[in-house]
C-alpha cells in the first residue's frame, strides 16, 4: 500500500477526500479550524444542530465544500478526549478509511493528528491501512478499494514509514487469518512464511518437515497432525539485530490451520470460523515481517507449529498417551484440546533454542472468551515482571488484554493417573487457565507470559472499523514489546 507523508495547506491539497477529526467536547484541531474557516463554520455550525457529536465510529461525509479544493471532507469522530489513546487513535483513521475505501478513491489525505503525539500517529497510520482492506479476498464485487494513495498529514516521515511497515503486518496477518483452510494449511503457510524470508533479510528461516519433526521428538504435534493428509510443519524465523550474544526473545505462535476437533469433534456451529485456529501464527508472522522491516537492534525468534487437526483412520484418539519433545507423557482426553498439545512442543523448541523470555500466542480456548469478552485477551503467565511488560505494551498499544490467575491449586487439575499430565482440567471452570497451566510444563521455568487470543483475533462481525475476519490484533503490541527488548 501507498502511504506518503504531506506538509500541504488542507484547503489547498487536491485529493479525492481529506478526512479531519472532533472529539466529542467539539474542540477544533487546527486541521479542522482551517476546514472550518474557509467554509465559513460549516463544522461547528454541524456540531451545535448536534448533527456532528464527535462520537467514536462516527463518520460524517461533506462533499464538494466550498473553500476546500478536496472534493469532499470526511469528519471523523475522536470520541472523548480523556479516553482518547493509541488504540482510538487507530479506530478513527480506520473507521474513516474504511467507510472512503466503500468505493475506489486514488488518493485520500488524513489531517487528524495535528495535535497527536508519535506513537498516535503511528498508530492512525496503521489504522487507516487496516481499514482499507476486508475480507472479501473471493468476491467478484469487492466491498473494500484500497486507497490508491494514502497522504498521512503531520508527524514526520519516520512514523508514517513505521506506520507503513506495522500496518502492512498487520494486513498481512489478517490476510492469512482470512483465506480459507483449503488454501492455508500447514505447508502453504510455511511456503508464505519462506515469501516473507526472501524479501526481509532473516538470519535463518527454517522450516522443519514430518520426517524433522519426528527426529526432534515432536511427538505431541506430530499427533494432532495425523489426522489430516496435509502434514504439519514448525517454522523457524530468526531476526539477529542485537548484539550476537544479546538475549533472545521468542515469540511462538499456535497455527492450527482448521480445527474440527478431531474425534471430539466440533458441533457444526463452532466449527464454521476454526479457519481463525492459526491466528496465534499468523500474529508472530506478522510481528516478525516489521522487527525485520524496522530493523529494530533486538534478537527475537519466531516459532510457528502448524497442524490441522482433522478426522480419519489415523486420527489420534482418547486415552493416547503422547510423549512431548521434553520427555514428558500426556494422557489425550480431548482431541479438541489440539492447542496445548501443538504449543507443547514448540515451547520447548524454544527454550532449546536459547529464549531468555518467551511469549505465546494463542487462540487456545472458548473459556477464555466466556470470561473476557469477544475484545480481550487473557494473559497468563510464570513471571510477573515478564507479564507487566507485555500488559503494559498491550496498554500503550491500546489493544485490550487482561491478566488471569495462575495459583498452583489450578495444577490439581490437569493430573493423570496414567500419564505425567493430561490435556484437559476436571469439567469447564477456569478452563483458560488449565490450559495455561499446561503449557507452563514445557517452558522449563523460562519467563513466559501466555496471550490467549481466542475472543480478539477475529470478529464474526464487521465494525465500524474493522471488516469481520481476522483483526491482526496484537501485532502491535508484539512490536511494541521488541521494540523495549533488553532481556
Ligand atoms: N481453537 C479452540 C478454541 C477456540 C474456541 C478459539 C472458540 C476461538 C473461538 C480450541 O482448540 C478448543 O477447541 N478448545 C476447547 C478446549 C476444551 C476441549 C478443553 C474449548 O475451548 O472448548
Ligand atoms: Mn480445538
Ligand atoms: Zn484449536
Known amino acids: 500500500m501507498n502511504v506518503t507523508h504531506t506538509e500541504a495547506p488542507i484547503t489547498e491539497i487536491e485529493v479525492d477526500a481529506v478526512v479531519v477529526g472532533l472529539p466529542a467536547d467539539g474542540r477544533l484541531s487546527p486541521s479542522a479550524a482551517a476546514v472550518d474557516e474557509a467554509t465559513g463554520g460549516i463544522i461547528t455550525r454541524l456540531f451545535e444542530r448536534k448533527e456532528i457529536t464527535g462520537k467514536a465510529g462516527e463518520v460524517t461525509p461533506l462533499l464538494a465544500v466550498g473553500g476546500v479544493r478536496a472534493a469532499q471532507v470526511v469528519v471523523v469522530g475522536l470520541g472523548k478526549a480523556e479516553q482518547f489513546d493509541n488504540g482510538a487513535a487507530f479506530r478513527a483513521a480506520a473507521t474513516a478509511a474504511r467507510r472512503l475505501a466503500a468505493k475506489e478513491r486514488r488518493q485520500v489525505a488524513f489531517y487528524l493528528d495535528d495535535d497527536w503525539t508519535t506513537p498516535q500517529s503511528e498508530s492512525g497510520v496503521c489504522g487507516a491501512m487496516a481499514g482499507c482492506v476486508g475480507q472479501d479476498l473471493y468476491r ?34 489478517r490476510r492469512l487469518i482470512n483465506e480459507p483452510p483449503e488454501e492455508m494449511y500447514p505447508e502453504s503457510f510455511a ?19 514430518e520426517k524433522r519433526l519426528k527426529e526432534e521428538r515432536c511427538g505431541a504435534l506430530l499427533a494432532v497432525g495425523r489426522g489430516s493428509p496435509r502434514p504439519p510443519r514448525l517454522v523457524m524465523l530468526r531476526h539477529m539485530g542485537g548484539a550476537k550474544d544479546g538475549p533472545l526473545l521468542a515469540l511462538v505462535g499456535k497455527g492450527v490451520t482448521f480445527d474440527s476437533g478431531g474425534l471430539s469433534l466440533k458441533p457444526s456451529d463452532s466449527m464454521k470460523t476454526m479457519k481463525l485456529d492459526m491466528s496465534g501464527a499468523a500474529t508472530v508472522l506478522g510481528a516478525m515481517q516489521a522487527i525485520s522491516q524496522l530493523n529494530l537492534p533486538v534478537n527475537v525468534i519466531g516459532l510457528m507449529g502448524l497442524v490441522e487437526n482433522l478426522v480419519s483412520g489415523d486420527a489420534y484418539k482418547l486415552g493416547d498417551v503422547l510423549t512431548a519433545r521434553n520427555g514428558k507423557t500426556i494422557e489425550v482426553l480431548n482431541t479438541d484440546a489440539e492447542g496445548r498439545l501443538v504449543l507443547a512442543d514448540v515451547l520447548c523448541v524454544a527454550v532449546d533454542q536459547g529464549a531468555d523470555k518467551i511469549i505465546d500466542l494463542a487462540t487456545l480456548t472458548g473459556a477464555c472468551v466466556v470470561a473476557l469478552g469477544e475484545d480481550v485477551a487473557g494473559l497468563m503467565s510464570n513471571d510477573q515482571a515478564w507479564c507487566d511488560v507485555v500488559s503494559k505494551a498491550a496498554a500503550d498499544c491500546g489493544e485490550r488484554a487482561w491478566q488471569l490467575p495462575m495459583f498452583a ?21 477456569g478452563g483458560a487457565i488449565t490450559a495455561a497451566k499446561f503449557l507452563e510444563e514445557f517452558v522449563d521455568g523460562k519467563p513466559w507470559t501466555h496471550v490467549d487470543i481466542a475472543g480478539p483475533a477475529f470478529s464474526e462481525k464487521d465494525k465500524p472499523h474493522c471488516d469481520g475476519g481476522g483483526t491482526g490484533a496484537f501485532v502491535r503490541t508484539l512490536v511494541e514489546v521488541a521494540r523495549g527488548w533488553g532481556g
Open 140 to 173: 467478484a464485487e469487492k466491498n473494500r478499494h484500497p486507497i490508491g494513495e494514502i497522504l498521512w498529514a503531520g508527524g514526520d516521515e519516520a512514523t508514517t514509514s513505521s506506520g507503513r511497515i506495522i500496518g502492512e503486518s498487520i494486513n498481512l496477518t
Open 191 to 209: 511456503e508464505r512464511a519462506a515469501e516473507l524470508a526472501g524479501t526481509c533479510q532473516f538470519e535463518e528461516f527454517v522450516v522443519w518437515d
Open 409 to 429: 491449586e489450578y495444577s490439581q487439575q490437569i493430573k493423570s493417573p496414567v500419564a505425567d499430565i493430561k490435556n484437559i482440567g476436571e469439567g469447564r471452570w
